[in-house]
């Protein structure tokens, strides 16, 4: 009987050390845990307080669902700094799979786009990055693009194509075939795609014509329809614009706030001057009423809207998630000019900064106004669903 109890009395004795040895190993492992936490979280605190610009990045990011840590890591070392993201993808496509490469770039472009910055310029280089990891597919390349940044993926495949034939392939510029790839896109049926394709082919042309735009803007007219030529010419001059905007570069006079516009024959011009709008704003130091009274100093109607045009959606750009300010900077502008303004910047709101923000940008202007900003965003969202 004693034997019986002296047995009972070891094993409590054994249980209560074994529970007490769990509990020790478990209480070790969550206060690890929460160290680690912690430790974590006082590192994002302080990559964000020691880079504030990549705070628009970083924030949204905590939020996303980020499949791959190599996106993390990217966009917490480098935030918008377009070169170092570059160089970390390049690092990583030598030693990664195809899936997880362009999961990662995906994942950075939609990050992007949920920050409170323009990321179309820098996402360009994104595409170029694609253009090169495909040596040059141009459809290949393009069938991995998305929408995210106003297309940005799309442009930076396709402005970088020309160039890269004739750099590594020893193409002759006259022998370009521009056309072929966007057609067989559906760019003479207004696909998404398709027209996608066609303005970044301006923006190529813009490049391996080094900002020749007389003679670039020629090379547009072997698209076979408006639409078509019409998107060439847009990118060529919005190519030509940002490399002034960036460089002091491009085909411009210093002399002649018009130029190269007032030079070109006149199918060229409504295009033109819209990007001249934005040049005509860096020229007036971003101030609104005097680039539109700049604008209006132009010798026709239609062409005065095409500089309110590009002077209004460049200011969009600036004020970003500010629709407020947006607004009230086109019901200040001539009436003449106010469906021109609140045209052109529901379309800058809705594509570069976030497509919800259509309706509320709308309902900021009066009855008759709200109306055809309403239409006008309709008809973007058609656009879009295209994709």
């Not at 610009?53 to 966009?75: A, G, V, Y």
């Not at 940044?149 to 970088?160: M, Q, S, T």
């Not at 860096?282 to 005097?290: I, T």
Request: charged share 20%.
């Amino acid at each position: 009987m004693s034997s019986v109890k002296q047995f009972s009395s070891n094993s409590k004795i054994i249980i209560m050390t074994v529970l007490t040895i769990l509990l020790i190993v478990v209480t070790f492992y969550i206060v690890t845990a929460v160290i680690q936490n912690w430790q974590i979280n006082e590192i994002i605190e302080n990559q964000e307080e020691n880079a504030p610009i990549h705070n628009p990045i970083i924030k949204p990011l905590l939020k996303s669902d980020i499949r791959n840590p190599q996106t993390t890591e990217i966009l917490l070392e480098c935030g918008k700094d377009t070169h170092c993201v570059l160089e970390n993808i390049q690092t990583l496509a030598k030693i990664e799979n195809q899936e997880m490469v362009l999961s990662i770039v995906n994942e950075i472009i939609t990050v992007w786009g949920k920050g409170d910055f323009y990321c179309h310029d820098i996402a360009h280089h994104l595409g170029q990055f694609l253009l090169g990891y495909f040596k040059g597919d141009l459809l290949e390349a393009l069938s991995h693009a998305n929408n995210n940044c106003g297309n940005a993926l799309y442009h930076g495949i396709v402005e970088n194509y020309l160039p890269s034939k004739v750099m590594f392939e020893n193409a002759k510029i006259r022998d370009l075939d521009i056309t072929t790839t966007c057609m067989e896109l559906g760019s003479s049926n207004n696909s998404y795609v398709g027209l996608n394709c066609v303005h970044g082919m301006g923006h190529s042309l813009a490049k391996v014509y080094n900002y020749d735009v007389f003679e670039a803007v020629k090379r547009c007219d072997e698209f076979q329809t408006v639409d078509e030529q019409e998107g060439c010419h847009d990118g060529l001059f919005m190519e030509n614009a940002v490399e002034y905007s960036k460089r002091s570069g491009g085909n411009f006079d210093e002399n002649d706030i018009f130029y190269p516009c007032n030079k070109l024959d006149e199918k060229y011009q409504k295009k033109c001057y819209i990007y001249q709008g934005s040049i005509i704003l860096l020229e007036n130091n971003y101030f609104p009423e005097e680039s539109f009274i700049q604008c209006e100093k132009i010798d026709s109607e239609e062409l005065i809207k095409s500089c309110y045009n590009g002077a209004s959606r460049y200011m969009a750009l600036l004020y970003f998630y500010s629709i407020e300010s947006t607004a009230t900077m086109c019901k200040q502008v001539n009436p003449t000019y106010q469906k021109v303004c609140i045209l052109a910047t529901v379309g800058t709101v809705t594509l570069y900064v976030d497509q919800e923000l259509g309706d509320d940008y709308c309902k900021l202007f009066p009855e008759e106004q709200s109306e055809y900003c309403i239409k006008e965003w309709n008809t973007i969202q058609e656009y879009h669903n295209l994709a």
